[in-house]
């Protein structure tokens, strides 16, 4: 079945860690964002890339970083510069079908 | 600076009592308009694409419609599995294609036996 996976489902930082969230997908899509959720906010836009080696920043980039060696991967790094991580991640690309995107399963971010 | 509000922030319905999700709009020129479900702790899944004013979109209890300035996501009947949140996006005309979806806040929707 084509879809996106994200691992780990759950992650704990401790302070002045970095950690990578993973995000693969066997769709073909060219754009993959990554989108930060949290309790009572809408879906924002962190980093997206619309081809292999690309890649922008979004709205809040700032204390993240991304790569994207290959089509299928689009890994997201937090960084210990990011100083309030406890989040739900979410991670998409665009479906060319539909035109919206398809998700994964998310990531929950816990610093403790 | 495109913006997406939804209304209301939560809605508890009664099985069978049908009812509407209102989300509006402002964007410079609007490519596409997104509904999506969203259950606790899970990634959204996609509903309906509208893409101009006065289309509509159907799938099971729910349908999707369309203006120059807001969508309705109407749900007939509901039943307890309805309940989710119901997530509103849209995509905006835009130089560099970026395709970024701007989302609202959602709406909690809720629905008792």
């Known amino acids: 079945d084509g879809g996106i996976t994200q691992s780990p489902k759950y992650l704990f930082r401790k302070e002045g860690q970095n950690v990578t969230l993973s995000c693969e997908q066997n769709?073909?899509?060219?754009?993959m964002y990554w989108y930060r959720q949290d309790p009572g906010q809408g879906l924002r836009l962190i980093y997206y890339?619309?081809?292999?080696?690309?890649?922008q920043k979004g709205d809040i980039a700032e204390g993240y970083s991304v790569s994207r060696e290959k089509k299928e991967s689009f890994p997201l790094t937090v960084t210990s510069a990011q100083k309030n991580p406890t989040a739900f991640y979410l991670c998409?690309?665009?479906?060319?079908?539909?035109?919206?995107?398809?998700f994964g399963s998310g990531t929950r971010l816990t610093v403790v | 600076e495109d913006q997406v509000t939804q209304s209301p922030e939560a809605l508890r319905l009664q099985e069978g009592e049908s009812s509407s999700l209102n989300c509006s709009y402002t964007?410079?020129?609007?490519?596409?308009l997104f509904w999506y479900r969203q259950d606790p702790g899970k990634g959204p899944e996609f509903l309906f694409t509208?893409?101009?004013a006065g289309e509509e979109k159907e799938k099971e209890r729910l349908k999707a419609t369309l203006t120059k300035k807001e969508s309705f996501l109407h749900i007939t009947a509901p039943k307890p599995e309805d309940s989710a949140t119901y997530l509103c996006?849209?995509?905006?005309?835009?130089?560099?294609?970026?395709?970024?979806?701007?989302f609202g806040k959602g709406t909690k929707l809720t629905v008792n036996p």
């Open positions: 996006a849209v995509q905006a005309v835009e130089g560099g294609g970026s395709e970024k979806l701007v």
């Open positions: 509208l893409y101009s």
């Open positions: 890339s619309q081809i292999v080696n690309d890649f």
């Open positions: 769709l073909n899509h060219d754009a």
């Open positions: 964007v410079s020129g609007l490519r596409g």
């Open positions: 998409a690309s665009r479906d060319r079908g539909h035109g919206g995107y398809t």
